[in-house]
C-alpha cells in the first residue's frame, strides 16, 4: 500500500534518497514533508558492519530525520543492486546523496552517469567542502565547518575562546540549501526538459549563514569578534538578569531606547551623555548594560515581560527545550505534530515551520523499518515478482 502523501504540493515528483547522517537526511525530510515520494534507499542488514550511521534507527534524532518516508535496502556495490538502482533512476525524479565526492564516482552515479539514463533527473548532493578543490576529499563534519566558516569566532563571550553553536547549523543548513537547490532545478526542468546537478558543501552553507558579518568582512573590512549576548552593532540588545533569572531585551533606535528607559523608569538615561546617540550607546555598551540590569534584577521575568510588552518595548524569556514547547504561542501554532506508530501509540514531531494555505504539511507516517517497502517499491517501478525473487536470491536486496 503506497504512503499516503504529506502534502500535494510535491506529489507528483519521487525521490531516491541514499542519505545518511544528518545533512542529507534533513534535504530529503524537506521533501518527503511537502508530499514528495522519497524511498530510502538502504543498505541491506547482511552487509553492515555494527550500528548504522546517524546511531540507533530508536533514537529520536533518526526518527525526527526520517518520517514520510519509505524505506528499501539495496546493495549498490552488487551488479545486481546497481542494476535495480539504475532501473529505479529511470522513473525518478531526483536522487539525494551526501557521500564523499569520488564515493558517487565510484559506483558510477554520478550527474553524468545518471544523465545518461534520465535527462531529465536532478542530482543533489552534500560534500564537506565541496566536489573539488584541494579539499575535496576530506571527511566533512558539522563542528568543522563551523571552525573554518567562521561561526565560532564569533560566538561566545568575549575572551573566551572559540565556541560551537548548540545545534549542528551547518549540517541543517546545508541540508536546507539544497533542497531549495533541486526544487530550483525542478522548476527550471519545466521550461528546459532537462535536469542537472544541484550540489553544496557544510563550508559553503555555514560561510553564507554568515550574512552581515561575512559582509562587514568583504565590504568594509571589518572582522567581527566575539560579543557574547550582546548584538553585534545593535545596543543595547541582550540578556539581562531578573530577580528569578534572565530575559533579552532589544531596544534597538531612538524610539525604542527612550521606551526602555521609561519602563524600567531610569529617564536619566535618555539625557545621559554617553548614551544619547546609538554610536554612544554602542561605545558604551559595558556600562549601559549594566545600568539596564541595574533595574531589571528587581522584579521577575514575567513581571517585565508583561511590563515591557505592553510599553512597546522587544523582549522575550530565555526558554530552556521543555519550556518552548509549553509556551501558549508554540502551542497555537501547532509546531509539534504527533504521528501514529503501528501500534496506535502517538509519536511527536517537530513539523515544518511554513504553512501553506492550500497544501499544507503534516506528518503522515513514522519512520519505517528497514527495507520495510522493497518489494512493494520494486513492483512500482515496474520489477517482476520472479525479478524480486532473484534479487532477493542474490543478496542484493
Given at each position: ?53 546517524g ?11 526520517h518520517r ?45 552517469s ?21 579539499y ?12 573554518m ?12 575562546g ?74 543595547p ?150 525479478e ?10
Amino acid at each position: 500500500m503506497p504512503l499516503p502523501r504529506a502534502s500535494q504540493a510535491l506529489s507528483r515528483f519521487t525521490v531516491l534518497d541514499l542519505t545518511r547522517v544528518r545533512s542529507g537526511p534533513t534535504c530529503v525530510r524537506q521533501l518527503a514533508d511537502w508530499g514528495a515520494n522519497v524511498i530510502k534507499i538502504e543498505t541491506p542488514p547482511h552487509l553492515e558492519k555494527g550500528e548504522g550511521p546517524g546511531g540507533p534507527r530508536e533514537n529520536a534524532d533518526f526518527q525526527n530525520l526520517h518520517r514520510n518516508k519509505r524505506s528499501i535496502t539495496l546493495d549498490l556495490k552488487s551488479p545486481d543492486g546497481i542494476a535495480a538502482f539504475r532501473r529505479m533512476v529511470e522513473k525518478a525524479d531526483v536522487v539525494v546523496e551526501n557521500f564523499r565526492p569520488d564515493v558517487k564516482d565510484r559506483l558510477g552515479i554520478d550527474y553524468q552517469s545518471l544523465r545518461k539514463i534520465n535527462k531529465r533527473i536532478v542530482l543533489g548532493s552534500i560534500s564537506g567542502f565541496g566536489q573539488d578543490g584541494p579539499y575535496r576529499d576530506r571527511p566533512g563534519f558539522d563542528q568543522i565547518a563551523q571552525g573554518m566558516g567562521g561561526l565560532m569566532s564569533i560566538t561566545g563571550l568575549p575572551g573566551q575562546g572559540p565556541v560551537r553553536v548548540g545545534i549542528p547549523i551547518a549540517d541543517l543548513t546545508a541540508g536546507l540549501f539544497c533542497a531549495m537547490g533541486i526544487l530550483t532545478a525542478l522548476l527550471e526542468r519545466e521550461v528546459s526538459g532537462e535536469g542537472q546537478w544541484v550540489n553544496t558543501s557544510l563550508l559553503q552553507a555555514q560561510i553564507f549563514m554568515l550574512d552581515f558579518q561575512a559582509a562587514r568582512w568583504l565590504q568594509m573590512k571589518e572582522v567581527a569578534k566575539q560579543a557574547g549576548n550582546n548584538h553585534p552593532t545593535s545596543i543595547p540588545t541582550g540578556v539581562f538578569k531578573t530577580k528569578d533569572g534572565h530575559i533579552n531585551i532589544a531596544s534597538t533606535g531612538q524610539v525604542m531606547w527612550e521606551r526602555l528607559c521609561n519602563a524600567i523608569e531610569a529617564p536619566e538615561l535618555i539625557a545621559h551623555p554617553d548614551y544619547k546617540t546609538g554610536a554612544l550607546r554602542s561605545k558604551n555598551r559595558d556600562a549601559i548594560n549594566a545600568a539596564i540590569e541595574a533595574k531589571t534584577v528587581h522584579k521577575t521575568s514575567a513581571e517585565w515581560i508583561d511590563k515591557f510588552n505592553t510599553t512597546g518595548v522587544p523582549c522575550g524569556p530565555i526558554y530552556s527545550i521543555d519550556q518552548v514547547f509549553a509556551d501558549e504561542q508554540v502551542k497555537h501554532l501547532g509546531i509539534a505534530q504527533a504521528a501514529k506508530r503501528a501500534d496506535g501509540s502517538d509519536q511527536v514531531f517537530v513539523g515544518q515551520p511554513v504553512a501553506l494555505s492550500r497544501t499544507p504539511s503534516k506528518i503522515v507516517a513514522t519512520p519505517p523499518a528497514q527495507g520495510q517497502h522493497t518489494d512493494e517499491v520494486l513492483k512500482e517501478f515496474g520489477f517482476a515478482d520472479n525479478e524480486i525473487v532473484a534479487l532477493h536470491a542474490a543478496k542484493a536486496v
